[in-house]
């Protein structure tokens, strides 16, 4: 397989998707999808994502430090696929106000992890990876707290995964895996 990713058919890494929200120093809230995302470790709680430093999302977490990832549904899907492009990336979307971080959340969003940035390590051609210490994690209350594990990822509104250019997959039916 080719080492470009954008050549990947099938992608061997497939990549949750998110909405990350951050906001420049004069407080204009931003919000892009991102799908490079990871946690990269538990004492603090810290997680990454990849991002391109030329953009605003990258310059708005250098400018203020702080940002959100809002884990959406796959019923956003194609919201989000149009989204870098729409006239109004808000359009359909509402801001609730942040608690630990002054970066609002993603209503419409079923999970949301307020951060502050840890540090950005820089990569070749502009690339950057930008781990943030999560200070509070929000969920929706409908459905997360009882029922069956199947049914609490259900509530969570199947999350999705980026494949490849234009290709995406929701989260499969959750089972339990059998130890070894
Ligand atoms: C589903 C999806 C996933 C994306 N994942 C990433 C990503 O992981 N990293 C990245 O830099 N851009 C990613 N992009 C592209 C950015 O969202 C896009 O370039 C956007 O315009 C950046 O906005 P900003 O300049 O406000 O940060 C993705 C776009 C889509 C639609």
Sequence with gaps: MPLDKWQWS???LPGQVVLVTSRDSGGVVGIAPKSWLSVAAMTPLTI????????QTA???????????????ADLAETIWAMPEAADRWAGLTRLPGVAVEVPSVLECAA??????DRIVEFHEGEVFIFGTVLRIAVVEQGLAGGDTAGRYAALGHPFFFLENGWCAPLGEP???SHP
């Design 175 to 177: 089972r339990r895996a």
């Design 112 to 117: 949301h992890l307020e951060c502050v940035c």
């Design 48 to 55: 990454g994502f990849g991002c391109a430093l030329s953009h």
């Design 10 to 12: 099938p992608s061997p």
């Design 59 to 73: 310059r708005n977490v250098r400018d203020t430090g702080e940002f959100v990832v809002n884990v959406p549904g």
